[in-house]
């Protein structure tokens, strides 16, 4: 199976602007969960999708809102960005089981100047 | 809410054993995870706990507490490439969503 993947990789916005950031999970995996990792407040989770419905949510402000399509792709988007918002931004892909392992894709890396 | 405390940095000798402990304090707790992070990478499932004892995989192995709010990671026969930071992460309820420790970066020494 291939791996989850996030697009685009990169991407360098300013402080204002907003961002839209994709991710394909693995295939079958109908939850689809963001994160964002900075050096400063390490792994924090954003929102979880399960078959096209926000299941958890954390403790981000308004700005941050994603939503999940019939085939099981999310997107993510930060509204009015903030100089704080540059992060690398991880989405994982699984399925609610006794093992409850989660698949992370590579990232999207933001910047925001 | 949920928090989770690792120690922040580890070094060990090749071929040593290793501890990495993590407490936690949670409203809600399902299980606990652990997860390997290379420089540069995405976080990989290592293990997951959701009763008491241990679990091994390989070289690897994680042990749940649940009275005690308390799990440990458990690397053996360490080599240089296990160099990388470990997470330890919370699950609170039955959806997938992760209250992760802040990490615990292993340096593995020749």
């Known amino acids: 199976k291939a791996g989850v993947t996030q697009t685009p990789r990169y991407l360098i916005k300013t402080r204002g602007q907003q961002v839209t950031l994709s991710c394909s999970p693995i295939?079958?995996?109908?939850?689809v969960s963001w994160y964002q990792q900075t050096p400063g407040q390490g792994l924090q989770f954003l929102f979880e999708?399960?078959?096209?419905?926000?299941?958890n949510k954390g403790n981000f402000p308004g700005r941050f809102s994603g939503r999940q399509f019939s085939n099981s792709r999310s997107e993510m988007n930060v509204s009015t960005l903030e100089l704080g918002d540059s992060a690398l931004y991880l989405c994982?892909?699984?399925?609610?089981?006794?093992?409850?392992?989660?698949?992370f894709g590579p990232g999207t890396r933001l910047t925001v100047l | 809410g949920q928090s989770l405390e690792q120690p922040s940095e580890v070094t060990a000798v090749e071929g040593a054993i290793v501890q990495i402990n993590c407490t936690y304090q949670?409203?809600?707790?399902?299980?606990l995870s652990w997860y390997q992070q290379h420089d540069g990478g995405a976080p990989t499932f290592l293990s997951y706990?959701?009763?008491?004892g241990l679990e091994e995989t390989g070289r690897f192995s994680s042990f749940l507490s649940r009275s005690d709010s308390y799990g440990y990671l458990l690397l053996q026969e360490l080599q240089m490439k296990d160099s990388a930071s470990y997470f330890c992460?919370?699950?609170?309820?039955?959806?997938?969503?992760?209250?992760f420790g802040g990490g615990t970066r292993l340096m593995v020494k020749p």
């Open positions: 295939s079958g995996h109908r939850s």
């Open positions: 706990n959701a009763l008491d």
């Open positions: 949670t409203s809600g707790f399902y299980g």
């Open positions: 994982a892909s699984g399925e609610v089981g006794t093992h409850n392992e989660q698949f």
């Open positions: 992460a919370a699950r609170g309820n039955a959806g997938n969503m992760l209250t």
């Open positions: 999708y399960f078959s096209e419905t926000q299941r």
